[in-house]
């Protein structure tokens, strides 16, 4: 697969051949919807608690006694079914995290990078580097009609163009290590600069 390799200004810098390995796969969206509900889990706080019998603060004494008052038998003012006692099986601190094979997430990896080229929502870029005003390319984003886009750099990020970029609403920037299928999916312009092409193409194979 061949695309054009664009400047930020909108013009042309060459060509590049994108393998079909990683950009000309047939989109599944089993395997997509188990990596993204993989990562969403790992990223859940899983801090929901509630106090259990054990931990309201209340006396331990019977309330009343055990015959003879007409009522039901009851022991501490804890029990669940009183107000403010403790909760039945209530949430507690835990991981919602849970396991997935590698060689699934470096499909879904894959299949998403293909699902955004099949799209049409594949750019690709000379470079995203060089100290800017953050005006001066906001217009340069709007002049080629990101909206909510996401820029895969290569093993690292250039500093100046990140400082640049940070305030642009809808813009977001990762290395080629923090490319999840979450985030391409989430936006609707993937761009990918030569050398995270290359880097995603080391990572992957």
């Avoid at 810098?13 to 047939?26: I, K, P, R, T, Y």
């Avoid at 990223?43 to 603060?57: D, F, I, L, M, Y």
């Amino acid at each position: 697969m061949k695309l054009d390799v664009l400047k930020l200004d909108g013009g042309k810098a060459g060509s590049v051949d994108l393998d079909e390995a990683l950009f000309g796969l047939e989109p599944r969206a089993d395997i997509l919807h188990r990596v993204v509900r993989w990562q969403r889990n790992n990223a859940q706080a899983g801090t929901h608690k509630v106090k259990t019998r054990s931990e309201v603060k209340y006396s331990t004494k019977k309330i009343y006694r055990q015959k003879g008052t007409g009522g039901a038998r009851h022991g501490a003012r804890s029990a669940p079914i009183f107000r403010g006692g403790g909760i039945y099986k209530g949430p507690v601190v835990r991981s919602h995290g849970h396991d997935l094979p590698k060689k699934v997430r470096a499909l879904g990896l894959k299949l998403a990078l293909s699902a955004k080229a099949k799209a049409g929502e594949l750019v690709i870029i000379d470079e995203a580097a060089g100290a800017m005003k953050t005006s001066a390319l906001a217009k340069q984003v709007t002049a080629m009609g990101w909206k909510r886009a996401l820029i895969i750099d290569g093993a690292s990020v250039n500093e100046d163009f990140m400082q640049a970029a940070r305030n642009i609403e809808g813009l977001d920037i990762l290395p080629s290590m923090g490319a999840n299928v979450y985030d391409i999916l989430k936006r609707d312009t993937l761009v990918i600069t030569k050398a995270g092409i290359e880097a995603l193409e080391a990572r992957l194979k």
